[in-house]
């Protein structure tokens, strides 16, 4: 079955936004369609790549290591998100580790491939549109990093790692505190209070978000509402 008909879901994906019908399927059948089990690692960081990958099914975790041995959760990347462009065209290594956490499949743009799709007008706008998102998502988190509380932080991360799609994987308390930045006692408190209040509801590895607009007031509730508008951009 080619993958146009498989995922097409994947035909609305940002980056092929505003493109004939035709071109969106040709380059979705281009592609050679892996499957990831959960756990294993899509792109490594520090290593190169000739093919970037689109996800028409699962869920990424998208983590950095530092020089010194440090792990960052950066985020989770959903269907339709794009990994590797970057690395692909410049041809220099990932800048971060993808790893699969749960069953994923991908569909791989070869290099030449994605260079020659590069002559579409509309095509080199919808990427550089893409690399304008992350530079708006790194700096909006930058500033809540720096001057958001440890609790504000826990919601606007739990609305991040879920990306809209309600549930937010999560190995334990300590992972979801890694990714904020605070202790296991902080989030263990904050989740409670969430769940009191009917916000999240959480199981084994999952925690399902029932109210976006609840927990945003949440963030609201917790500092100067007017700083945190700014900031969140609410």
Not at 18 to 32: G, I, Q
Not at 37 to 61: F, P, S, Y
């Amino acid at each position: 079955m080619r993958n146009s008909a498989r995922f097409p879901e994947a035909l609305d994906a940002k980056f092929l936004r505003d493109l004939p019908l035709e071109d969106k399927e040709a380059f979705l059948d281009a592609c050679s369609l892996r499957t990831f089990k959960a756990g294993a690692v899509v792109l490594h960081q520090g290593e190169n790549t000739d093919a970037m990958a689109v996800i028409v099914d699962g869920r990424v975790e998208v983590s950095y290591v530092s020089e010194i041995g440090h792990r960052t959760i950066i985020y989770h990347a959903f269907s339709g998100n794009v990994l590797g462009a970057v690395e692909t065209l410049s041809e220099r290594p990932c800048a971060g580790t993808c790893t699969a956490l749960m069953e994923t499949s991908v569909l791989m743009c070869k290099r030449k491939d994605l260079l020659a799709r590069m002559a579409s007008p509309t095509m080199l706008r919808n990427f550089a549109a893409d690399l304008h998102d992350v530079l708006v998502h790194d700096n909006r988190f930058k500033s809540i990093d720096q001057f958001l509380s440890a609790e504000q932080k826990i919601c606007v991360y739990l609305e991040k790692l879920s990306d809209g799609n309600s549930i937010v994987f999560v190995n334990s308390q300590s992972y979801l505190a890694d990714v904020v930045g605070c202790s296991r006692q902080t989030v263990n408190k904050e989740l409670g209070r969430l769940r009191d209040q009917g916000i999240i509801e959480t199981s084994k590895n999952k925690i399902k978000i029932l109210n976006y607009r609840e927990l945003s007031l949440r963030v609201a509730e917790l500092g100067t509402p007017d700083r945190v508008a700014v900031n969140l951009g609410i």
